[in-house]
């Protein structure tokens, strides 16, 4: 059984930095992919930073440049970095990976963290 366990959040001033993680526990091979979900009060999710297989990223136009993901394969982590960060930026950050269980059969597993809030002062 896979756990994901998500951490980082907390309250920084407008133009501060953090660092969200997520890190995967269990059976695990690899990392393959993650997404960055988040959603503030009264809006939508919105889909923020996303990591593919082969490492390539992709970011929504309102953090591109400030954001960045990554997956650390040696412990099972990723990592959201946040900086410049903005009141808008302010929602509970949620990290959805997919697990590669066991290289030979390629069976994968699909989890959430379960969601970090960020709090953006201005």
């Known amino acids: 059984q896979v756990q994901l366990v998500e951490s980082g959040g907390g309250l920084v001033q407008s133009g501060g930095s953090l660092v969200l993680s997520c890190a995967a526990s269990g059976s695990i091979f690899r990392i393959n992919t993650v997404d960055w979900y988040r959603q503030a009060p009264g809006k939508q999710r919105e889909l923020v930073a996303s990591?593919?297989?082969?490492?390539?990223?992709s970011y929504a136009g309102s953090v591109k440049g400030r954001f960045t993901t990554s997956v650390d394969n040696a412990k099972y982590t990723v990592y959201l970095q946040m900086k410049n960060l903005k009141p808008e930026d302010t929602a509970i950050y949620s990290c959805?990976?997919?697990?590669?269980?066991?290289?030979?059969?390629?069976?994968?597993?699909?989890?959430w963290g379960q969601g970090t809030q960020v709090t953006v002062s201005s």
């Open positions: 959805n990976v997919e697990v590669l269980l066991g290289a030979r059969d390629g069976s994968t597993w699909n989890g």
């Open positions: 990591m593919s297989t082969d490492g390539t990223t």
